[in-house]
């Protein structure tokens, strides 16, 4: 074995032999950094539960497009070419309503047959209705509203009404909660390391002349270091697998809510945990935060003990 495994084996079991002298300690640190991180991580479970089912709706948005009312039919059947063009690139079914079939459907559905018929002349224009297929997430909205300004342009046409506003807001309130989740996971990543920080400052001051006698004998500053390294990253794997495992648990009971709701839409959507790449990239961020905190306070204090 390299003298260099060697040594960070010795740091490593200096780590744990701390872990065992103090249990108590290390598990109520433990706790506080674990509960530090289980909201970010709860919000990151949730997140990459609505994203995938976000972008699974199925999304027909319909373009609805009034032609004047002075326009002849055979003007406004004239129009189906021209809007072909425009929707080219994309792909779409484009059915025209003649105004007597709009003013039938209207009847139908309002039950308001009588009071259509004191108006007289039919107030309906001809129109298009348009449907849009192939937009499989919330970011294609925005393509939406491109197509809607160029039939705006097109002559004869009085107005364009558009349905994709649900669209858009789906998408600002998954970006919203996603820099939330960041905003709130830098703040807590911060509190991880404050955490840490004490808490191997604690350990460099209780052994203070251990590492004294540490230095007289040789000792190198990297070699006295890294135990303490080893100790802050424990600290912080510790810690997420706890907060990783309370989430897990807070599945069942919440699931068991959201199954009530889902079943009054027809839906079974259920929250799942983290993939097993997800687990292991919080985990080494965790143990990261406790090694970032671990080296911060050693470098601090170490110098003071020069």
């Known amino acids: 074995m390299s003298p260099w495994l060697r040594q960070h084996g010795f740091a490593l079991r200096a780590a744990l032999s701390t872990a065992r002298k103090a249990p108590g300690s290390f598990l109520f640190n433990v706790l506080v ?3 530090a991180l289980a909201l970010p991580f709860a919000g990151l479970t949730l997140l990459d539960n609505v994203r995938p089912m976000s972008a699974q709706i199925a999304i027909d948005p319909e373009i609805s497009l009034f032609i004047k009312t002075d326009a002849t039919r055979a ?10 063009q425009i929707l080219k690139d994309s792909q779409a079914s484009i059915v025209f309503v003649p105004r007597e079939q709009a003013l039938k459907a209207l009847k139908n559905k309002s039950g308001l047959s009588d009071v259509l018929a004191t108006l007289g002349d039919n107030p309906l224009p001809d129109s298009y209705v348009i ?3 192939g937009f499989s997430s919330a970011r294609d909205a925005g393509r939406i509203d491109t197509l809607a300004q160029q039939m705006r342009a097109v002559p004869g046409v009085d107005a364009v009404q558009v349905d994709s506003a649900w669209i858009k807001k789906l998408a600002a309130l998954l970006h919203v909660l996603h820099m939330a989740l960041l905003l709130l996971g830098i703040t807590l990543g911060v509190i991880v390391i404050a955490v840490v920080f004490n808490t191997i400052r604690l350990q460099v001051l209780t052994q ?27 600290l912080g794997l510790c810690a997420g697998a706890a907060a990783l495992a309370a989430v897990t648990l ?31 990239i919080l985990l080494a961020i965790s143990a990261g935060l406790g090694l ?3 080296m911060l306070s050693v470098w601090r204090h170490m110098a003071r003990l020069h």
């Open 208 to 234: 203070r002349e251990e590492i004294a006698v540490s230095k007289l004998l040789g000792a190198t500053d990297n070699f006295i270091r890294r135990p303490f390294y080893y100790t802050g990253a424990l």
């Open 131 to 133: 449907t849009l297929r």
């Open 292 to 294: 970032a905190g671990a």
């Open 75 to 84: 003007q406004a059947q004239a129009l189906a070419p021209r809007l072909r």
């Open 33 to 35: 950094v674990a509960v």
């Open 250 to 280: 807070a599945l069942n009971p919440l699931n068991t809510a959201i199954a009530q709701l889902s079943q009054l839409y027809g839906s079974d959507f259920q929250l799942a945990p983290l993939a097993p790449g997800g687990i292991a």
